[in-house]
Structures are given as structure tokens and as C-alpha cells.
């Protein structure tokens, strides 16, 4: 059999690269030679991926509300990746941080975008029978959501609203225990956690704390600032930055409220969200005033944060 000379450059590439680990090519090559060609169901595992939907209920809707929230799931591990590589990059640069922003930018503009799923693409009768089935479970739960928010900005911005100043400075361990999520899922009538949050933080609390502590001088909006104060700061960078915030801290979770108007909204009582959390103080942007990089909004603008989209969905 006659050898190109592209296939021998390879095969004595592949000889040395063999050799440097100590192993011998021809093993490897007799494994070649007995794998059965990949296929792309295969490889993405698409029969156990589409397998993974387990309704509770007959209704059809819930295998919706099922896979839906499965993608967003896969979304929030995407942007996950990113903040990841962001964080550990050596010799960060405005360009290479610039592009990974614009991954995860598109990652929430995607699901932002495709939320009238969740909107319009159930029934609110068979929505309000099968969420009985569901609790104390919620997307509230989310684990890495929160990551994603910690990685995002330094951990004090995650404080709830009036416990911020007060605790700039203090340890993350005392920060979490203000953060801003846990009033969503809190008893008005009585500020008991809800067994949802007990649920979470049994689950997730000591990660929040460990990936608050890691990210401390990696998160985002300090390595804008360092960039920033080494002169490498660039608008672009600064634009992708106010449309992660803009992304997660209004459009998000706005897109939610705009659901829960819909599922949850009656007179003269709201109804309760799946594991008791009060969406209509947890959800709208201008009451928590959650804000990664304050430094980048002009003063108006953090005033009015949230304001008009909320208005846009009541109307």
C-alpha cells in the first residue's frame, strides 16, 4: 500500500507523541481499527437526553415546562464554561474577556428570547393542576444561576438592597447570609424560610460560599476594574459588561414576572409561586436594585433600573 507523504508526516508525528508518553503506537492503532464509526446520536447521547423527561402528572403541558427548563439548565453549564475560562486566564485580556462576554451574551439573549415558551406555550389551566405536583420544587433552585450571578460581580452587589452598605467589607460567609435571593423565598406573614430554601441552601450553601471566596479577585467586575486601572480597559469590554447586567438582572428575571402575571396573577389574591416564593417583591429589577457594574450606569439609570420593562408587562 503506497503511503502519501501527508499520512507518513503524521504517522511518524503520531510515533513521537506515542514515545513521549511512554506507550506504544501500534496498541492505539489496533483500537482504531476495531471502533465502530461514531454517530452523531452517539456521541450527544440523544437517546438518554431525550429520555430524561418524567412528568408527574398526565397533562401534556408539563413535559413542556419539563424541557424547557432542562435547556435553560444546559444554557446556564454554557455560560458556566465561559466564566470559568474568564476566570482562569492568565494574562487576562480586554479582547479575550470581550469574546468570552459575547458567548455568554448570547447565551441569555437566546433565553431571554425563547421564554415565551414558558409564556405562551402552556395552558394556564393545566399549568395551575400540574404545579401541585411539583412542590416545594422551583426554579428558584437553580444552582447555577447563582453561581453564574457570583462569578458576575464581587459578592457584596448580591447583598439584599438595604444590607449592602452595611456589609461591604464584611466575610462572604456573613454576606450569604444576606444575600438576595433568600428573601424570595421567605414567609411574609412570618420571615420563616420556606422549605424551598432550606432545600437549596442544604444543597448549594456551602458551594455559594467556597465559589464567593474563589472568585473574590476573579470575579468580573474586579477584572474590569484591574484591566481598567492598568489602562486596558476598552469600551467594548465596558458594553459587554452593561448587557450581561442588563441580560440577568432585568431581562431574566422580568421574562419570569411576565410568566408569573400571566399563571399566577388573580384578584383580589395573587397566587402562590411552586415552593412559596413572593415573586412579586423577588422578581421585579427596581425593588432589589441588583446590580453587577453600578460603576457603568449613570445615576438615572440605576434609579430607573427595571422600570420600563416592568411597566411593558403590566400593560
Not at 465561559?82 to 433565553?111: D, G, M, V
Not at 459588561?241 to 431581562?251: E, I, P, S
Amino acid at each position: 500500500m503506497h503511503f502519501t507523504p501527508e499520512i507518513t508526516d503524521r504517522l511518524e508525528l503520531l510515533q513521537q507523541k506515542y514515545e513521549a508518553m511512554g506507550q506504544d503506537m501500534s496498541s492505539y492503532l489496533d483500537g482504531l481499527l476495531y471502533a465502530d464509526f461514531l454517530t452523531y446520536w452517539d456521541y450527544i447521547h440523544l437517546d438518554t437526553l431525550l429520555s430524561l423527561q418524567s412528568p408527574k402528572t398526565p397533562f401534556p403541558d408539563e413535559e413542556i415546562f419539563i424541557m424547557y427548563h432542562q435547556i435553560t439548565e444546559l444554557y446556564f453549564k454554557l455560560t458556566l464554561h465561559e466564566c470559568k475560562q474568564i476566570a482562569a486566564k492568565q494574562n487576562l485580556t480586554a479582547e479575550f474577556f470581550t469574546a468570552r462576554l459575547k458567548r455568554i451574551n448570547s447565551y441569555f439573549n437566546a433565553l431571554v428570547n425563547s421564554f415565551e415558551v414558558m409564556v405562551e406555550g402552556m395552558e394556564k389551566e393545566q399549568f395551575l393542576k400540574f404545579r401541585m405536583s411539583l412542590l416545594p420544587a422551583s426554579g428558584f433552585q437553580s444552582g447555577q444561576y447563582r453561581m453564574i450571578e457570583i462569578y458576575a460581580t464581587d459578592f457584596v452587589n448580591l447583598v439584599a438592597k438595604d444590607k449592602r452598605e452595611e456589609l461591604r467589607g464584611a466575610t462572604v460567609e456573613q454576606q450569604f447570609e444576606e444575600i438576595y435571593w433568600k428573601f424570595g423565598a421567605t414567609e411574609l406573614s412570618t420571615g420563616k424560610k420556606t422549605l424551598t430554601l432550606k432545600q437549596f441552601e442544604k444543597k448549594y450553601a456551602a458551594t455559594f460560599i467556597e465559589v464567593g471566596k474563589n472568585c473574590a479577585d476573579v470575579n468580573f467586575n474586579k477584572l474590569y476594574h484591574n484591566l481598567e486601572a492598568a489602562g486596558q480597559a476598552t469600551p467594548q469590554l465596558a458594553d459587554q459588561l452593561r448587557q450581561l447586567d442588563t441580560h440577568v438582572n432585568v431581562n431574566w428575571p422580568l421574562a419570569h414576572y411576565k410568566s408569573a402575571v400571566k399563571y399566577l396573577h388573580r384578584e383580589p389574591e395573587e397566587i402562590k409561586a411552586t415552593g412559596g416564593t413572593n415573586w412579586q417583591k423577588y422578581l421585579p429589577p427596581r425593588f432589589q436594585k441588583r446590580i453587577f457594574y453600578p460603576e457603568l450606569w449613570t445615576a438615572e439609570q440605576i434609579e430607573n433600573w427595571g422600570k420600563a420593562w416592568v411597566e411593558g408587562a403590566l400593560s
